[in-house]
C-alpha cells in the first residue's frame, strides 16, 4: 500500500510575507546605539567636560537593539565613579546585561538628579524587600521593553543612577 501523496505547493499561505517581520521592528525608526564596550577608550569618549563634571556626551537608550527607547537626553548625567551596586542576584542578569562588578569595587554610573521628570523615559521596579532601617530601592528599567535593572534609586530620593555599562550610546 503506498503513502497517500503530499503536495506542499497546495498549502496555504498562513500570513503574507513581511508582516511577521513588521510586527517585530519597532514602532519607530530608531537609529542603533552603541555599548560601552564598544568604546575603545570606555566612559572617557561618552562624556563632555561641564564646570567641574563630566556629563553625558550621548543620548542614552534601552541597550536592547530590537527596541532602543530613549532614556535620557544628552547633558543631563554626570558621569560618577563608585562602589558597584549588585542590582540583581547574580545569576539572574539578563542575558543583553553586561554583569555589575563585585562591590566594594567601583563602577562608572550617570548620576541623573533631582526627580524622574529629567528621564525622557523610564521605569521603576516595586521597592525592594530591605534590612529594617535601610533605604528601599527601586530599580530602573527600560519604560518600553522592562530590559533592566539598568540602574536604581531610592524611594523618595533625589539621585537615580544608572550604570554605564547597562545603557545604549546614540552617538
Ligand atoms: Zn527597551
Given at each position: 500500500?503506498?503513502?497517500?501523496?503530499?503536495?506542499?505547493?497546495?498549502?496555504?499561505?498562513?500570513?503574507?510575507?513581511?508582516?511577521?517581520?513588521?510586527?517585530?521592528?519597532?514602532?519607530?525608526?530608531?537609529?542603533?546605539?552603541?555599548?560601552?564596550?564598544?568604546?575603545?577608550?570606555?566612559?572617557?569618549?561618552?562624556?563632555?567636560?561641564?564646570?567641574?563634571?563630566?556629563?553625558?556626551?550621548?543620548?542614552?537608550?534601552?541597550?536592547?537593539?530590537?527596541?532602543?527607547?530613549?532614556?535620557?537626553?544628552?547633558?543631563?548625567?554626570?558621569?560618577?565613579?563608585?562602589?558597584?551596586?549588585?542590582?540583581?542576584?547574580?545569576?539572574?542578569?539578563?542575558?543583553?546585561?553586561?554583569?555589575?562588578?563585585?562591590?566594594?569595587?567601583?563602577?562608572?554610573?550617570?548620576l541623573v538628579t533631582p526627580s524622574?521628570?529629567e528621564?525622557?523615559?523610564?521605569?521603576?521596579?516595586?521597592?525592594?524587600?530591605?534590612?529594617?532601617?535601610?533605604?528601599?530601592?527601586?530599580?530602573?528599567?527600560?519604560?518600553?521593553?522592562?530590559?533592566?535593572?539598568?540602574?536604581?534609586?531610592?524611594?523618595?530620593?533625589t539621585e537615580f543612577?544608572?550604570?554605564?555599562?547597562?545603557?545604549?550610546?546614540?552617538?
Amino acid at each position: 500500500m503506498s503513502a497517500p501523496s503530499t503536495s506542499s505547493t497546495s498549502a496555504p499561505e498562513q500570513m503574507p510575507p513581511g508582516v511577521m517581520e513588521a510586527l517585530l521592528r519597532p514602532s519607530q525608526n530608531r537609529p542603533a546605539s552603541r555599548s560601552l564596550a564598544s568604546f575603545s577608550d570606555g566612559v572617557t569618549e561618552v562624556v563632555m567636560p561641564e564646570s567641574h563634571f563630566l556629563l553625558n556626551k550621548y543620548d542614552l537608550c534601552c541597550p536592547r537593539p530590537e527596541c532602543g527607547s530613549l532614556i535620557l537626553r544628552t547633558g543631563v548625567a554626570k558621569l560618577i565613579e563608585k562602589p558597584s551596586v549588585q542590582m540583581e542576584p547574580a545569576d539572574r542578569t539578563p542575558a543583553l546585561l553586561p554583569p555589575m562588578p563585585e562591590p566594594p569595587a567601583v563602577a562608572n554610573w550617570w548620576l541623573v538628579t533631582p526627580s524622574p521628570m529629567e528621564f525622557e523615559n523610564i521605569g521603576f521596579s516595586k521597592p525592594l524587600s530591605s534590612e529594617p532601617g535601610a533605604a528601599q530601592m527601586k530599580l530602573l528599567v527600560c519604560a518600553e521593553c522592562d530590559l533592566g535593572p539598568v540602574g536604581w534609586s531610592e524611594v523618595g530620593g533625589t539621585e537615580f543612577w544608572l550604570a554605564c555599562s547597562r545603557v545604549g550610546y546614540r552617538t
